[in-house]
């Protein structure tokens, strides 16, 4: 079945470095892969994503980036801030099933 | 617009209750999806709804169930309930038309279960 690993469940960086956080997926019938921020005590949101007819889309401080040969996407954010500190969820959903599989969530701490 | 609701936000019940949670969606959203969130699961699928038709479903036991009405608000049932039932419960909606839409998520409910 449909499987998105997600690494590391926690990550801690110093203010103003940079943050990768990696997903490999299973489902070669994926082609969009969307991020989540859940900030403590609230709803997940969207904050990027990325179509398989491209490798890469930035947005300010945050990048994803897409191999789809070996199946994994990844989270760039550069010049992290307090207010990056947060979980986030990577997802893969399948085209055509109507199910969103995300990932098990990577912690970032960002420490000022 | 109004963003996606959910009533309660709270719940505390014992062990072989049974719970229904609600979600209203996104004014003209006709996709409604549920999730169970625990500390190291993260979003684990439960249902997707659109139309009043189940999509898909996750791998959970048949005393999860859920159904959506015509104006696309959607509820959420747990029958005999166990104390590893306990979680934030998450309903999130979309446009619908695919499923490489943009999810927004309601609030949750909180279900303890003592």
């Known amino acids: 079945g449909e499987n998105v690993e997600q690494h590391p469940s926690t990550l801690s960086v110093q203010e103003g470095d940079s943050a990768v956080i990696k997903c490999t997926y299973s489902?070669?019938?994926?082609?969009?892969f969307p991020w989540y921020k859940q900030e403590l005590g609230k709803r997940p949101q969207l904050i990027i994503d990325?179509?398989?007819?491209?490798g890469e889309k930035k947005d300010q401080r945050i990048a994803v980036t897409l191999n789809k040969t070996a199946k994994h996407f990844s989270l760039h954010i550069t010049e992290t801030q307090p207010e990056d500190s947060a979980v986030y969820f990577c997802?893969?959903?399948?085209?055509?099933?109507?199910?969103?599989?995300f990932g098990t969530g990577t912690r970032l701490k960002v420490l000022a | 617009k109004a963003g996606v609701t959910q009533t309660p936000r709270y719940l505390i019940k014992t062990r072989g209750q049974q719970v229904t949670l609600s979600c209203s969606p996104i004014?003209?959203?006709?996709?409604v999806s549920w999730y169970q969130q625990t500390p190291g699961q993260g979003l684990q699928f439960l249902f997707e709804?659109?139309?009043?038709?189940?999509?898909n479903k996750g791998n959970f036991p048949g005393r999860f169930s859920g159904r959506q009405f015509s104006n696309s608000r959607s509820e959420m049932n747990v029958s005999t309930l166990e104390l590893g039932d306990s979680a934030l419960y998450l309903c999130?909606?979309?446009?619908?038309?695919?499923?490489?839409?943009?999810?927004?998520f309601g609030p949750g409910t909180r279900l303890t279960v003592l």
């Open positions: 997802a893969a959903p399948s085209w055509g099933t109507y199910k969103y599989i």
């Open positions: 489902d070669s019938a994926s082609n969009y």
């Open positions: 999130a909606s979309n446009v619908g038309g695919s499923s490489y839409n943009e999810q927004f």
């Open positions: 004014s003209g959203h006709r996709s």
């Open positions: 990325i179509r398989s007819n491209v």
């Open positions: 709804y659109f139309s009043e038709t189940q999509r």
